[in-house]
């Protein structure tokens, strides 16, 4: 059996939701503020996310509802987006930045050092659903490059024993 968990093989979360009336007043206070409906989809999903824990098909057929848009159109948005939490996610999620700055400054090795260490590729889950890694754009910290966030919080002029020291401080 592989040591990866596949993200299709591990979304069992229901494909029906709606958003709460807490969620769906945050969204009606946001709408003013774009000129479409379809311009607030980033925190529309954002909204849902808190909600629901991640942001699952039920959650962007929700999405999709409240903001009017097609199903097929929420999901293209979202997938091409990776900051978002996923069903499949492990209970942290690293990610590690790959743009140019950070590449300059060391990040390919310290990726393929995480990599190694957490014993998964870009993309996958542990086995065990501890961990996630993820590629990640630019996170606007190439000041202190190699950086990675873990579960939305950045960590910066990382190394191989400073990482390691960071897998030990989580519970």
């Known amino acids: 059996m592989s040591a990866i ?5 591990r ?5 029906k939701r709606e958003l709460s009336s807490a969620g769906r007043a945050e969204l009606d206070a946001l709408l003013p503020r774009y000129p479409t409906k379809r311009a607030a989809l980033l925190p529309a999903l954002r909204i849902a996310e808190k909600q629901f824990g991640c942001v ?3 959650a962007m057929r929700a999405v999709a509802e409240a903001l009017e848009l097609t199903p097929a159109y ?10 978002f939490r996923r069903p499949t996610d492990g209970k942290y999620v690293v990610e590690v930045c790959r743009t140019l700055p950070c590449a300059l400054r060391g990040a390919d090795t310290f ?3 995480v990599s190694r260490k957490l014993g998964i ?3 996958e889950t542990t086995k065990d659903g501890k961990f996630s890694l993820k590629d990640a754009e630019c996170m606007a910290a190439c000041d202190i490059a190699p950086v990675c966030q873990v579960n939305a919080l950045y960590h910066g002029n990382l190394t191989p024993e400073l990482f390691d020291k960071l897998l030990e401080s989580l519970p």
């Open 11 to 15: 979304e069992t979360l229901p494909e």
């Open 121 to 123: 590729r870009p993309g």
């Open 74 to 83: 929420v999901q293209a948005v979202f997938t091409f987006y990776t900051h």
């Open 56 to 58: 699952d098909h039920g």
């Open 5 to 9: 968990i596949k993200d299709a093989a």
């Open 111 to 113: 990726a393929g050092y």
